[in-house]
């Protein structure tokens, strides 16, 4: 655990879920639901077959943003970043398209989202923030 003041995890930390042998486990903090999380990677995957559910994925993402720890709210920052950078690197491709550059650009927008959505996955699994939020690209 980071051994700052309000023992916000450090971009990456892994959270460990240690507790004393001389602590009750009905006493132990509960741990926080990273159901809709989970559910707006997997929102943004189901948009390549029913492309609306991304615009539900970043409704969710909004509503839940503040209501966690630290590092779950990280992931809906990433998760809302993700929508809106998507949104420009797919505008800017399908604009592309006229002139044909589009269609390898949309391919590569595809496998960006794939990746950032195993990543945000993972990140949740561990119960961790997701690395390199603020990034553009991975």
């Not at 993402?61 to 630290?70: D, E, L, N, Q, S």
């Amino acid at each position: 655990m980071s051994d700052n003041a309000k023992g916000a995890p450090i971009e990456g930390e892994v959270i460990s879920n240690e507790t004393s042998s001389e602590q009750p486990s009905s006493e132990q903090s509960p741990q926080p639901d990273t159901t809709m999380a989970m559910v707006i990677y997997a929102l943004y995957l189901a948009s390549f077959v029913v492309g609306f559910t991304s615009i539900v994925g970043i409704v969710i993402a909004y509503m839940y943003r503040g209501k966690g720890p630290v590092w779950l709210d990280e992931h809906y920052r990433y998760q809302i970043r993700t929508f809106w950078i998507g949104l420009l690197y797919g505008s800017v491709a399908a604009l592309l398209t006229l002139v044909l550059i589009g269609f390898p650009l949309l391919f590569a927008l595809a496998v960006w989202l794939i990746i950032r959505c195993v990543k945000g996955f993972k990140g949740l699994q561990e119960k961790r923030a997701p690395s390199n939020v603020d990034s553009w690209f991975l």
